[in-house]
């Protein structure tokens, strides 16, 4: 009969690939239904700040649930926590959520967050930028390519000359990334690495270490 160090040995491995499954099956429980997305709003009564939480693509109602979450409590709170994890969306809705997030943040403090297990990607980036404060988990997941027309274009018409890509690319930086900070350097080495239609993925450690302007704080 075997030991009972060779059982407890063989537990181990079988709990160990218990949890391993679990993992990816979250992974791929989140990657079905993270579309669908979902504000969650919570403010004590002896706090000052409202935090929201938006988990699903820069889509709507993402716009209209979080207008309609300041207007709720704007009134009392002086700070706006918005936590984010998405895949990214649509560059039309993305550039309507930041107009809004900067006009919360003309009379409000707005911190960003992007937390441990989490995603920031494509237009989700640049609506992460409008944080006055951005604070990230050293493994939060950051993700960057160039501008996609796949939502204006039927499929059919998906062929887009690398320059109009490269145009509507650094048009998007120059919009977002550089008014948050972002050094130049930084953006021409990740521009160079997302040519082709590389997708870039950074964790928060990273873009800390690379002095990237993206990520200030780590959690």
């Known amino acids: 009969m075997p030991s009972r160090t060779l059982n407890r040995i063989l537990w181990a491995i079988a709990l160990l690939l218990i949890v391993v499954f679990g993992f990816q099956a979250r992974d791929q429980f989140d990657a079905m239904f993270i579309g669908v997305g979902r504000l969650d709003v919570r403010a ?20 209209s649930e979080i207008d309609h979450a300041f207007a709720m409590h704007q009134s ?6 918005l936590s984010l994890s998405s895949p990214g969306g649509s560059l039309d809705h993305g550039a309507k959520v930041v107009r809004l997030l900067r006009r919360i943040g003309e009379t409000h403090k707005l911190e960003t967050v992007v937390a441990a297990g989490s995603r920031c990607a494509s237009m989700c980036v640049p609506v992460y ?3 006055q404060r951005r604070s990230a988990a050293p493994s939060a997941k950051f993700m960057f390519h160039e501008v996609s027309f796949r939502d204006v274009l039927a499929e059919e018409d998906a062929s887009v000359p690398e320059r109009a890509i490269g ?5 998007l930086f120059s919009i977002y ?17 997302m040519a082709g239609g590389n997708d870039i993925w950074k964790t928060g450690q990273e873009l800390i270490d690379e002095n990237a302007g993206i990520v200030q704080l780590s959690q």
Do not use: C, H, N
């Open 129 to 131: 930028l409008q944080g």
């Open 177 to 193: 990334f550089a008014p948050a900070g972002v050094p130049e350097d930084w953006i021409r080495g990740v521009r160079a690495a």
């Open 44 to 63: 004590a009564a002896d706090d000052d700040t409202v935090y929201l939480q938006w988990r699903g693509k820069i889509e709507a109602p993402m716009l």
């Open 167 to 171: 145009s509507a690319t650094d048009r």
């Open 76 to 81: 009392r709170a002086r700070r706006i926590v």
